[in-house]
């Protein structure tokens, strides 16, 4: 079993920076993948990013890459989202996931392809 907690989601103006975090409770921690997902209200959630427990490939979506980095620290237990250049199309519930299935193709961005949740923490760009 697997506890996730997101954490350090803030207010920002268009341009800045945030640096979430998920930290989570489980011994086998370091074999999981981890996705970082967001959800805006009345949207359906969507895959940002992910960082595989195998190989520590990473995967982004297309309005987020070259702005977001996803790192990991499996000695603590957590997973980063670095967010640059924040827009306020980056508004939403920002949630972390953890699975053991490999990531093959868009996998990574399939909500059901995880298996446990963090609740999520908020993050608002304002224009």
């Known amino acids: 079993q697997l506890q996730l907690v997101e954490s350090a989601g803030g207010l920002v103006q268009t341009g800045g920076s945030l640096r979430l975090s998920c930290a989570a409770s489980g011994r086998t921690f370091e074999y999981y993948n981890i996705g970082w997902f967001r959800q805006a209200p009345g949207n359906e959630r969507e895959g940002v990013s992910s960082?595989?427990?195998?190989?520590?490939?990473?995967c982004y979506r297309d309005s987020v890459k070259g702005r977001f980095t996803i790192s990991r620290d499996n000695a603590k237990n957590t997973v980063y989202l670095q967010m640059n250049s924040l827009k306020p199309e980056d508004t939403a519930v920002y949630y972390c996931?953890?699975?053991?299935?490999?990531?093959?193709?868009?996998?990574?961005?399939?909500?059901?392809?995880?298996?446990?949740w963090g609740r999520g923490t908020q993050v608002a760009v304002s224009s």
């Open positions: 960082i595989s427990g195998s190989d520590g490939a990473t």
């Open positions: 996931a953890a699975g053991v299935r490999q990531i093959l193709g868009d996998s990574w961005s399939w909500p059901n392809e995880y298996d446990y």
